[in-house]
């Protein structure tokens, strides 16, 4: 994401803080809110935690009529401008600015502990985010500056593939191939040439002679004197040959 230094986003708003007069630090072991009169704040207001590029700003304005009381801008933190104190986690030490080079601490305070959450978690979120938009920025120019591997081809270069595990199939056992025209070879068993005998025994010899010997011819019959034939001796046989044919004879 592009950094854009005239856009200000909000990053924290609480409705009630009270700011406190600080007495000069006794030691190097840091602030004591208990030394503060925490009953008589010299100021109460609201708070505002706005980003703007890398920098936030702590503002406190009046409730009412927004006037800004007093401002610090952090540049990091934790820092030397957001400093909890020793003996509290809802009261911190802020060094304010009045933009003219001159600067001043003064105590600020959260009724409520989970505003004083808000308010450390929201300046924590804003320098992460910062600290890793700067990693990624020197990521990117490391990138930008380091050669580029050429992985082309030179003139005359050639690559070579060794491709292993294949076998070379073996030309004398290759199947052979089906006689053209779909016929299947005979069955086990059979002689070239022949046909299978049929089952109960070998195959009755055919005798062509006989089937081409039609004998002697057989005599001309005598002509007939009648030719409308003797109809007394077909009448003599009717009744026999009408029982043999399965005739009913009604009499």
Same mark, same amino acid.
């Given at each position: 994401?592009?950094?854009?230094?005239?856009?200000?986003?909000?990053?924290c708003?609480?409705p009630?803080?009270?700011?406190? @007069?600080? +007495?000069?630090?006794?030691?190097?072991?840091?602030?004591?809110?208990?030394?503060?009169?925490?009953? =008589?704040?010299?100021?109460?207001?609201?708070?505002?935690i706005?980003?703007?590029? @890398?920098?936030?700003?702590?503002?406190?304005?009046?409730?009412?009529?927004?006037?800004?009381?007093?401002?610090?801008?952090? =540049?990091?933190?934790?820092?030397?401008?957001?400093?909890a104190v020793?003996?509290s986690?809802?009261?911190?030490?802020?060094?304010i =600015?009045d933009?003219n080079?001159?600067?001043?601490?003064?105590g600020?305070g959260?009724?409520?502990?989970?505003d004083?959450?808000?308010?450390?978690v929201?300046?924590?979120?804003?320098?992460?985010?910062?600290k890793?938009?700067? =990693?990624?920025?020197?990521?990117?120019?490391?990138?930008?500056?380091? /050669? @580029?591997l050429?992985?082309s081809?030179?003139?005359?270069?050639?690559?070579?593939?060794?491709?292993?595990n294949i076998k070379?199939?073996?030309?004398?056992?290759? @199947?052979p191939?089906?006689?053209?025209?779909?016929?299947?070879? $005979? /069955?086990?068993?059979?002689?070239?040439?022949?046909?299978?005998? +049929?089952?109960?025994g $070998?195959?009755?010899?055919?005798?062509?002679?006989a089937?081409?010997?039609?004998? +002697?011819?057989? /005599?001309?019959?005598? $002509?007939?004197?009648?030719?409308?034939?003797?109809?007394?001796?077909?009448?003599?046989?009717?009744?026999?040959?009408?029982v043999?044919?399965?005739?009913?004879?009604?009499s």
């Amino acid at each position: 994401m592009a950094e854009d230094s005239s856009y200000e986003s909000m990053l924290c708003v609480k409705p009630e803080v009270h700011v406190y @007069k600080i +007495p000069p630090r006794a030691s190097n072991r840091g602030y004591r809110a208990a030394d503060w009169k925490l009953d =008589e704040p010299a100021w109460s207001g609201r708070l505002k935690i706005t980003a703007k590029g @890398k920098m936030a700003y702590i503002k406190l304005e009046d409730k009412n009529t927004g006037e800004l009381f007093a401002q610090a801008p952090v =540049e990091q933190y934790p820092g030397s401008v957001v400093e909890a104190v020793t003996d509290s986690s809802r009261y911190f030490v802020i060094r304010i =600015e009045d933009g003219n080079g001159r600067h001043a601490f003064i105590g600020l305070g959260f009724a409520d502990r989970g505003d004083s959450f808000d308010f450390n978690v929201a300046l924590q979120d804003h320098f992460k985010w910062v600290k890793q938009e700067g =990693e990624l920025a020197k990521m990117e120019a490391c990138e930008s500056t380091a /050669p @580029k591997l050429d992985l082309s081809f030179k003139e005359g270069q050639t690559i070579k593939i060794s491709i292993g595990n294949i076998k070379k199939k073996d030309a004398g056992g290759a @199947k052979p191939r089906p006689a053209a025209g779909g016929l299947l070879p $005979p /069955p086990p068993g059979a002689k070239a040439g022949g046909v299978l005998p +049929p089952p109960g025994g $070998p195959p009755a010899q055919t005798n062509t002679a006989a089937l081409l010997d039609f004998g +002697p011819p057989a /005599p001309a019959a005598p $002509p007939a004197s009648d030719v409308w034939g003797d109809f007394t001796s077909a009448g003599s046989n009717s009744s026999n040959d009408a029982v043999k044919s399965g005739w009913v004879q009604f009499s």
